[in-house]
C-alpha cells in the first residue's frame, strides 16, 4: 500500500480546538451523515490563575460517517480560542512556503528543521470513483512561518505518493483578536488531496516547542487558567455543503 503524508490545515486548526484542556472529555458533533470527533490536552493540566507558563498540547481527532460511507473533504476551518491559550513564534527561526515545495518529509525536516513546532501522524481515506477506498498513513510536520503585521503563520508540509508524487503545503493564520472570551482566531483553506478524492478520517498532534530569544527562554505555546475553563468555537466546512459548528469548553485547574 502505497503511503500519503496527510498534512492539510485541518491538523494545525484542530490543534488550536483542542490544545486548552488536559484529559478533556471527548468532543462529538454530528451533522446528518457525518461526525466528528476531538479530543486531546495540555500539559500540565493545573496552571496559574494569571500567569502565562509554558504548555505542550496534544491532540487526537477523527471525521467519520454513521453509515461507514466515504466521508467528504473539509475545505475550511475557522476556529476562535480563549484568551487565556497564547501562541508565541517572535524569535523563534522560521520556514518559508517555498522550502517546503516539491519536498518529501526527510526533504522538508532537512530544510526547515529548526522552525519545527509540532509533529504527528495522520491517516486519509483516498476513494476514487468505482475503486475500493484506500486508508493511508503517515506522519505530520508544522513548520513557523513567521509574524507579521500582528499575524502568525503555520505552514504545514505533505508529501502525496497518490496518485502521483506531490508535496502539499499549506497555510495556517493565526490572528489576535478580542472577542469576549477569545484571543485567537485562525482561518485555515484546505487544498484537495489526490485531486479531490482525499478525505482526513484521523489525526494525532504534539506541539511542544522551546527556544531561547534575546537570552530568555520561550515556549511556544503558554497557557494559565483563571477560570477553571478554556473556550473554543468554530466551524468546518466541508464538500457538499455541509456546515459543522461547534462550542467546546475545556477544563483546566487554577492554582495560586
Same mark, same amino acid.
Given at each position: ?124 481515506? !483516498?476513494?476514487? $470513483?468505482?475503486?475500493?477506498? +484506500?486508508?493511508? /498513513?503517515?506522519?505530520? #510536520?508544522?513548520?513557523?512561518? =513567521?509574524?507579521? %503585521? ?9 508529501? !502525496?505518493?497518490? $496518485?502521483?508524487?506531490?508535496? +502539499?503545503?499549506? /497555510?495556517?493564520?493565526? #490572528?489576535?483578536?478580542?472577542? =469576549?472570551?477569545? %484571543? ?73
Amino acid at each position: 500500500m502505497q503511503h500519503l503524508i496527510r498534512s492539510t490545515a485541518i491538523g494545525a486548526t484542530f490543534t488550536l480546538i483542542v490544545v486548552g484542556s488536559a484529559l478533556a472529555r471527548p468532543n462529538v458533533v454530528q451533522v446528518g451523515n457525518l461526525v466528528v470527533k476531538d479530543n486531546g490536552g495540555i500539559a500540565p493540566s493545573a496552571l496559574p490563575k494569571h500567569k502565562q507558563i509554558p504548555v505542550k498540547a496534544y491532540l487526537n481527532a477523527s471525521v467519520s460517517t454513521v453509515d461507514n460511507s466515504h466521508p467528504p473533504a473539509a475545505r475550511e476551518v475557522v476556529i476562535d480560542v480563549d484568551k487565556n491559550i497564547q501562541v508565541n513564534a517572535r524569535g523563534l527561526p522560521t520556514c518559508k512556503g517555498g522550502q517546503l515545495e516539491s519536498r518529501d518529509t526527510k526533504g522538508a525536516r532537512r530544510a526547515c528543521g529548526k522552525a519545527i513546532v509540532g509533529t504527528g501522524s495522520g491517516q486519509v481515506e !483516498i476513494a476514487f $470513483p468505482e475503486q475500493k477506498p +484506500i486508508t493511508v /498513513t503517515s506522519p505530520l #510536520t508544522m513548520f513557523n512561518g =513567521g509574524v507579521a %503585521g500582528g499575524k502568525t503563520t503555520i505552514f504545514v508540509h505533505a508529501f !502525496i505518493t497518490v $496518485p502521483v508524487p506531490a508535496a +502539499i503545503v499549506t /497555510t495556517v493564520k493565526i #490572528t489576535p483578536i478580542r472577542r =469576549g472570551p477569545y %484571543g485567537i482566531h485562525t482561518v485555515s483553506r484546505i487544498p484537495a488531496i489526490a485531486g479531490g478524492a482525499g478525505s482526513v478520517t484521523r489525526f494525532r498532534l504534539k506541539i511542544d516547542r522551546k527556544f531561547a530569544y534575546k537570552g530568555k527562554k520561550r515556549s511556544y505555546l503558554t497557557a494559565s487558567c483563571p477560570a477553571g475553563r478554556h473556550l473554543t468555537k468554530g466551524r468546518v466546512r466541508f464538500d457538499g455543503g455541509t456546515l459543522l459548528k461547534f462550542t467546546h469548553p475545556l477544563p483546566c485547574t487554577p492554582k495560586g
